[in-house]
């Protein structure tokens, strides 16, 4: 079966520092990968989607940047964090065979201060 | 790009009684899909429609597609504590991506 790992789960970082956030997908090869932001109570915004090694889309212009250096990893990063980059980043995968559903990590927690 | 848009925001519901959420779309929708969101939880997979009028039920949740393919919605019956939490729609475009445009959520909150 598939899993999905992020982490770490929950993150407090000062403002102008560096961000690293990590997600791996076990049991599937060649998965579409996604990163989306979530707000406090409010809906998934897609940040960035790969599917296939070192290929990514950016969806909104930010102070964020992903990358993909193997088949079922997938790397959001950012050089300076900035206040309004806090949030719940979540990963999400789903096969690459006219399959829509999506299947997500258990999520990071940023705090920027 | 496609948008679709949920009814009500909030929903708040006492234990044992019905409700239903909704999910509008101004366009034709190629499928839909239903995720839910525990709170401090991730969104999980409910289910996906794709034909038009489609009727789905999962124990307590029916979930229907509407003729049009513009609107889709999420029945709970004998609502129980175990419902709370966010519900999304979220409906995929043609592209090789595979990228689903989500709405804004319904969340749900139940009284003992």
């Known amino acids: 079966s598939q899993t999905i790992h992020q982490w770490p789960a929950t993150l407090v970082q000062p403002v102008g520092s560096p961000l690293s956030l990590e997600c791996t997908v076990e049991g599937t090869s060649n998965p579409n990968l996604y990163w989306y932001r979530q707000a406090a109570g409010r809906g998934l915004q897609l940040l960035f989607y790969?599917?296939?090694?070192?290929?990514i889309s950016s969806e909104v212009p930010q102070n964020l940047s992903a990358s993909r250096p193997q088949d079922r990893q997938f790397i959001l990063s950012s050089k300076k964090l900035l206040l309004s980059d806090s949030g719940f980043y979540l990963c999400?995968?789903?096969?690459?065979?006219?399959?829509?559903?999506?299947?997500f990590g258990p999520g990071t927690r940023l705090t920027v201060t | 790009g496609q948008q679709v848009m949920q009814i009500p925001q909030y929903q708040h519901v006492q234990e044992g009684e019905d409700f239903t959420t909704y999910c509008n779309s101004s366009t034709t929708l190629s499928n839909i899909q239903w995720y839910k969101q525990r709170p401090g939880g991730h969104p999980v997979f409910l289910i996906q429609l794709v034909k038009s009028g489609e009727v789905k039920k999962q124990k307590r949740l029916t979930f229907q597609f509407g003729e049009a393919k513009k609107n889709s919605s999420l029945h709970i019956t004998a609502t129980q504590t175990t419902d709370v939490g966010t519900y999304f729609c979220?409906?995929?475009?043609?592209?090789?991506?595979?990228?689903?445009?989500f709405g804004a959520g319904t969340t749900v909150t139940v009284r003992a």
């Open positions: 999400a995968w789903n096969r690459d065979t006219h399959s829509y559903e999506q299947y």
């Open positions: 790969s599917v296939g090694i070192g290929q």
């Open positions: 979220a409906q995929a475009g043609m592209s090789n991506d595979y990228k689903l445009s």
